[in-house]
Nanobody
């Protein structure tokens, strides 16, 4: 089992920046994908960005050019640098760990609130 602890959310004005962190611990499979999802009130949870243990990343179209995902494999930590934040980025952000092997399952963090005021 893998535990995820998120930090870095908060309240920021439009145009500002925040950096989210997610530290994983437990039985971590070395080949994995870690990502950030978000869920706004009344909406479905959506993928924001993900990065493989090999360093390949992908982003939702809505955040390309503004958000950057990175990871430190030695620390089992993934980061999300969010710049040029918009009110529509307001949501609860969840960290996800996905082991790329059969028989192991995803883990989710508890979520961290990001609120962008206009």
């Amino acid at each position: 089992q893998v535990q995820l602890v998120e930090s870095g959310g908060g309240l920021v004005q439009a145009g500002g920046s925040l950096r989210l962190s997610c530290a994983a611990s437990g039985s971590i499979f070395s080949i994995n994908v870690m990502g950030w999802y978000r869920q706004a009130p009344g909406k479905q949870r959506e993928l924001v960005a993900a990065i493989t243990s090999g360093g390949n990343s992908n982003y939702a179209d809505s955040v390309k050019g503004r958000f950057t995902i990175s990871r430190d494999n030695a620390k089992n930590t993934v980061y999300l640098q969010m710049n040029s934040l918009k009110p529509e980025d307001t949501a609860v952000y969840y960290c996800n760990y996905r082991p790329m092997t059969v028989g192991m399952f995803d883990s989710w963090g508890q979520g961290t609130q990001v609120t962008v005021s206009s």
